[in-house]
């Protein structure tokens, strides 16, 4: 699954970390169980986009089947729905569709006339001290039974205040877990026979940040090339657009310049319309990594540019994600 090695061997001699001793997980396997086995901490909210989550995933959308996924509870309703029964704990990912599936086209030229028409998004009109970023992360980590064959990814949301000197601070809540298939919820579910169920939502954990010199941004071509890796090729530029966008606060010019820098970069393929897990309308391009069975997603905002969503998944034999949706991005001077 998404482990260290796997990290390390698709970032290649870009890897900062690639000689630091990897130390011993801060949480036991029993707990991640536990976490797994947690029956009514929020999942991210699905109120907002019901009806259209629901036609994609029966699959009515004249689309092939692919792999940008929502999340579908297994229960008799979605969490938190007024008047209906809560979800039995755990959701199961459901694939929805890719515009172009199979032999998807080159991305080049369609993110070049993305990078061309590209308009302000709602940050490029403020100002402030902080960086803001909302985000939520499934598949971080995932979990793998002895047999190999039973699945859980945990999930997280995060919200993060950090200024040009590194300072600010980071709001980091725990999540519902996520399986890629009823067998592996299942299975995980019997894993707590026995034992008092978790209950309730985790308070959150608030992190200070420590300075940290944050190296500003540029739209040279040039410089956005080394910032993004793409000498090591796709899969190591797809991280680091997501890192980029995940941290900084990008301004349109650099915005179409990301754009242009990866319309030069070989193995993306053009996917056409998608809709992200927070259910918005979005434009994606993949590289699909065949030594590594990996394949790396981006979804763009089809206005501004923005990165909306970046996934890795594995193409085989288990679908299973880390997946990130930016849900906000702006600038402030105020600490939530």
């Given at each position: 699954?998404?482990?260290?090695?796997?990290?390390r061997?698709?970032?290649?001699?870009?890897?900062?970390?690639?000689?630091a001793?990897?130390?011993p997980p801060?949480?036991?396997?029993?707990?991640?169980?536990d976490?797994?086995?947690?029956t009514?901490t929020?999942?991210?909210?699905?109120?907002?986009h019901?009806t259209?989550?629901?036609?994609?995933?029966?699959?009515?959308?004249?689309?092939?089947?692919?792999?940008?996924?929502?999340?579908?509870p297994?229960?008799?309703g979605?969490?938190?729905?007024?008047g209906?029964?809560?979800?039995?704990?755990?959701?199961?990912?459901?694939?929805?569709?890719?515009?172009?599936?199979?032999?998807?086209?080159?991305?080049g030229?369609?993110?070049?006339?993305?990078?061309?028409?590209?308009?302000?998004?709602?940050?490029?009109?403020?100002?402030?001290r902080?960086?803001?970023?909302h985000?939520?992360?499934?598949?971080?980590?995932?979990?793998?039974?002895?047999?190999?064959?039973?699945?859980?990814?945990?999930?997280?949301?995060?919200?993060?205040?950090?200024?040009?000197?590194?300072?600010g601070?980071?709001?980091?809540?725990?999540?519902?877990?996520?399986?890629?298939?009823q067998?592996s919820r299942?299975y995980w579910?019997?894993?707590r026979?026995?034992r008092?169920?978790?209950?309730?939502?985790?308070?959150?954990?608030?992190?200070?940040?420590?300075?940290?010199?944050?190296?500003?941004?540029?739209?040279?071509?040039?410089?956005?090339?080394?910032?993004?890796?793409?000498?090591?090729?796709?899969?190591a530029a797809?991280?680091?657009v997501s890192?980029?966008?995940?941290?900084?606060?990008?301004?349109?010019?650099?915005?179409?310049?990301?754009l242009r820098?990866?319309?030069d970069?070989?193995?993306?393929?053009?996917?056409?319309?998608?809709t992200?897990?927070?259910?918005?309308?979005?434009?994606?391009?993949?590289?699909?990594?065949?030594?590594?069975?990996?394949q790396s997603l981006?979804?763009?905002?089809?206005k501004?540019?923005?990165?909306l969503?970046n996934?890795?998944?594995?193409?085989?034999?288990?679908?299973?994600?880390?997946?990130?949706?930016i849900?906000?991005?702006?600038?402030?001077?105020?600490?939530?």
């Open positions: 699954m998404f482990g260290a090695e796997r990290t061997t698709l970032l290649g001699p870009a890897d900062p970390a690639r000689t001793a990897v130390e801060l949480v036991s396997a029993r707990e991640l169980i976490r797994a086995g947690a009514e929020v999942a991210g909210r699905r109120r907002a019901p259209r989550r629901l036609v994609l995933t029966a699959g009515t959308l004249a689309v092939a089947a692919g792999a940008v996924a929502v999340l579908q297994f229960g008799e979605a969490p938190d729905t007024p209906e029964p809560a979800a039995a704990a755990g959701l199961v990912l459901v694939p929805v569709a890719y515009q172009f599936d199979a032999d998807p086209p080159a991305a030229p369609q993110l070049r006339m993305l990078a061309d028409k590209i308009k302000d998004a709602a940050y490029d009109h403020q100002s402030g902080y960086m803001y970023h985000t939520k992360v499934w598949g971080d980590p995932v979990m793998t039974s002895a047999d190999g064959r039973h699945h859980v990814a945990f999930a997280s949301e995060t919200k993060l205040w950090q200024a040009a000197d590194g300072t601070n980071q709001i980091r809540i725990q999540l519902e877990p996520q399986y890629p298939d067998e299942d579910q019997r894993e026979v026995g008092p169920a978790a209950t309730g939502t985790p308070a959150p954990d608030v992190i200070p940040l420590p300075p940290e010199e944050l190296r500003p941004l540029s739209a040279d071509p040039s410089e956005l090339r080394e910032r993004l890796k793409v000498e090591y090729g796709a899969g797809s991280k680091w890192t980029l966008y995940e941290r900084y606060v990008v301004p349109r010019a650099t915005r179409a310049a990301v820098v990866l319309a970069v070989p193995g993306f393929r053009w996917r056409g319309q998608v992200d897990r927070a259910g918005r309308n979005g434009i994606a391009v993949t590289f699909d990594d065949r030594e590594h069975d990996q981006l979804v763009f905002d089809p501004t540019g923005e990165l969503a996934e890795l998944l594995t193409l085989s034999p288990v679908r299973i994600s880390s997946y990130t949706v849900l906000d991005a702006a600038r402030t001077d105020r600490v939530g």
